[in-house]
């Protein structure tokens, strides 16, 4: 089964190479950029990453769901940023 990694992101240029780094592993990864002003998406497209804009979305709900509609994979992950998947989640 494919696994899309999703990750909501907004202003975060400072964590998005180590968070995207960390799952290099997962067979999809997709950033939700949620109204960056920073270069958040332009560093997780230089990664590898998709980006997708969350235009005005602002629910925690909606975002999720956007995720949801535009992964390809059967299982989700959600991560933000600020947070580090460890080895032992591979």
Same mark, same amino acid.
């Given at each position: 089964?494919?696994?899309? $990694?999703?990750? =909501?992101?907004?202003?975060? %240029?400072?964590?998005?190479?180590?968070?995207?780094? @960390?799952?290099?592993?997962?067979?999809?990864?997709?950033?939700?950029?949620n109204g960056s002003t920073d270069n958040t998406a332009g560093i997780a497209k230089k990664i590898g $990453?998709?980006? =997708?804009?969350?235009?005005? %979305?602002?629910?925690?709900?909606?975002?999720?769901? @956007?995720?949801?509609?535009?992964?390809?994979?059967?299982?989700?992950?959600?991560?933000?940023?600020?947070?580090?998947?460890?080895?032992?989640?591979?």
């Amino acid at each position: 089964m494919k696994l899309t $990694a999703i990750i =909501i992101a907004k202003n975060e %240029e400072a964590r998005i190479s180590q968070c995207l780094s @960390l799952l290099s592993w997962a067979d999809e990864i997709l950033v939700l950029d949620n109204g960056s002003t920073d270069n958040t998406a332009g560093i997780a497209k230089k990664i590898g $990453a998709t980006v =997708i804009s969350a235009g005005n %979305e602002r629910s925690f709900a909606g975002l999720h769901n @956007l995720g949801k509609q535009k992964a390809s994979g059967q299982w989700l992950l959600y991560v933000y940023a600020d947070e580090r998947v460890t080895k032992e989640l591979e």
